[in-house]
C-alpha cells in the first residue's frame, strides 16, 4: 500500500520537475528570441554585408572590430552613468575599457532618420570610417550593430575638446597652441577631402569635435559618427547625414542642402575665428550685435574695427602681421559662395607657411605649450 507521504513526496518532485522544465523551456525560448532580435538588429544596420567586407579587408591587414553588446557592457560598468563622458544631439559617449586594457570612447549613437537604406549601409560606411589612418584624426577601432542602437568604438582622447581649452578654461591659450591646431585641423580636413577613398565631408566641424591629445595635438572627431549617406549621384563623395550646429552651418548649404567640402571650409572658419577671439560661435546671452562670432567679425573687418575683435591676450605675442594674415584667411573660408572658398589643402599650406614665418621670428612667438604645462581637461562632455 503507498503511503500518503509518498504520493506527497511524488507529487511534489512532479511540481518540481515540471517548474524546472518550463524554466527550462522559457530560458531557450527566451534566448532564441534574444538571438532573433539581435539577429535582425544586425542584418538591420547592414552586418551582413559589413562582414562580407570585413573578410577581404583583413586579407589587406586592415583591422576592425565588430563588438558584441556584452563586451562593450563590460566596459562600461552596463553603461553606468559614472562612465558618461558627455550627452549631445548625436547620442551618449562613455569611457571604456576593453579587456586587453585599451581605453575607448564608446558612442551609442542615433541614427538621422528612418530611412531604411541608410541604416543597412551603416555598417559598411563605418567600415570605410575605419580605414582612415591620420595622426590628427580620432581612429575608429570598431562598431556594435546587433543592438536596436549603433554603437561606436573610439580611441580615447584625454585632453578634452578645443571647445574646453578656448571657451573652458582659466589658462591663457598661447597664439602657438592656437595656430598648430588649426594647422593640425586643417590637414586632417584636407586628407578627408583629397586623400581618404573614397573622399569624405565631415558635415560637422566645430571646436568641440577637435579634440587634444596629452601634447595638445588636434585629433579630428565625430565623422559619421552619426548615420551616413550615399553623396548625390554626380559626385563620388561619402557624406556624413548630420544636420550640423548653429554658429558653424555654411549659409549655402542652408539654401541648397547640398553638403560640400566648401561646407567644411566655411565651418573651419568659424573655428578660426574662435581661436582668434576667443569668442563662441554663437552666444545666446550676448546682445544681438554679438551673438554671431561670424556676424561681428564681417561687421569689424568691414568697419576696420578687428583690433577690438581679437582676443587682447594674444595681441601682445603676436604680430599685426601675422594676425591679419589669419583673420584673411578666415574671411576667405566665410565667402557666401562656396566657389570663393579656398580648399581645406589650400587653407592647411597657408596656415603651414604662416607657421614658418612666425617661427622664424623668435621674438614673434613663445614655446606656447609650455603655458599649458599642468593644465588639463579630461572629460569630453561637449562630444
Known amino acids: 500500500m503507498i503511503s500518503s507521504s509518498s504520493i506527497s513526496t511524488g507529487f511534489s518532485i512532479g511540481v518540481v520537475m515540471l517548474a524546472l522544465g518550463m524554466s527550462c523551456t522559457y530560458a531557450i525560448q527566451e534566448k532564441r528570441r534574444v538571438a532573433v532580435v539581435k539577429t535582425r538588429h544586425f542584418r538591420q544596420h547592414g552586418g551582413q554585408l559589413l562582414f562580407e567586407e570585413m573578410k577581404k579587408s583583413n586579407k589587406q591587414g586592415m583591422s576592425f572590430t565588430l563588438f558584441t553588446k556584452q563586451e562593450l557592457q563590460e566596459a562600461t560598468g552596463n553603461f553606468d552613468e559614472r562612465h558618461v563622458l558627455g550627452k549631445g544631439g548625436n547620442g551618449t559617449v562613455y569611457r571604456g575599457t576593453l579587456q586587453d586594457g585599451t581605453a575607448v570612447a564608446i558612442k551609442r549613437c542615433r541614427i538621422a532618420g528612418e530611412d531604411e537604406r541608410q541604416q543597412r549601409e551603416f555598417g559598411m560606411e563605418t567600415l570605410i570610417l575605419s580605414q582612415i589612418n591620420h595622426k590628427n584624426i580620432v581612429k575608429l577601432y570598431g562598431c556594435c550593430l546587433e543592438v536596436e542602437v549603433p554603437m561606436l568604438v573610439y580611441q580615447f582622447i584625454p585632453n578634452g575638446t578645443l571647445y574646453q581649452l578656448i571657451h573652458g578654461g582659466a589658462a591663457v591659450v598661447p597664439f602657438a597652441v592656437r595656430l598648430r591646431i588649426a594647422h593640425e585641423t586643417a590637414e586632417a580636413l584636407a586628407y578627408l577631402h583629397s586623400m581618404a577613398s573614397p573622399p569624405i565631408i565631415h558635415g560637422d566641424v566645430k571646436s568641440p569635435n577637435i579634440l587634444l591629445d596629452e601634447n595638445y595635438g588636434a585629433k579630428v572627431s565625430d565623422f559619421g559618427a552619426s548615420s551616413l549617406a550615399p553623396a548625390p549621384t554626380d559626385e563620388a563623395h561619402l557624406v556624413t547625414f548630420v544636420q550640423g550646429t548653429c554658429g558653424y552651418l555654411d549659409p549655402e548649404y542652408m539654401q541648397t542642402c547640398r553638403l560640400t567640402e566648401k561646407s567644411d571650409v566655411y565651418s573651419f572658419g568659424v573655428v578660426l575665428l574662435e581661436l582668434l577671439t576667443s ?22 573687418a568691414r568697419d576696420g574695427r578687428l583690433d577690438g575683435l581679437l582676443d587682447a591676450r594674444i595681441k601682445s605675442e603676436v604680430r599685426a602681421e601675422t594676425l591679419e594674415q589669419v583673420a584673411k584667411l578666415a574671411k576667405l573660408c566665410l565667402e557666401m559662395s562656396g566657389e570663393r572658398r579656398p580648399s581645406m589643402r589650400e587653407v ?31 572629460d569630453m562632455c561637449d562630444w
Open 348 to 378: 592647411a599650406e597657408e596656415l603651414d607657411g604662416i607657421r614658418k614665418a612666425s617661427s622664424q621670428n623668435p621674438c614673434l612667438l613663445g614655446e606656447g605649450e609650455e603655458a599649458l604645462s599642468g593644465y588639463s581637461v579630461v
Open 279 to 300: 569668442r563662441k560661435a554663437l552666444n545666446l546671452a550676448a546682445p544681438d550685435d554679438e551673438k554671431s562670432v561670424v556676424a561681428s567679425f564681417l561687421t569689424a
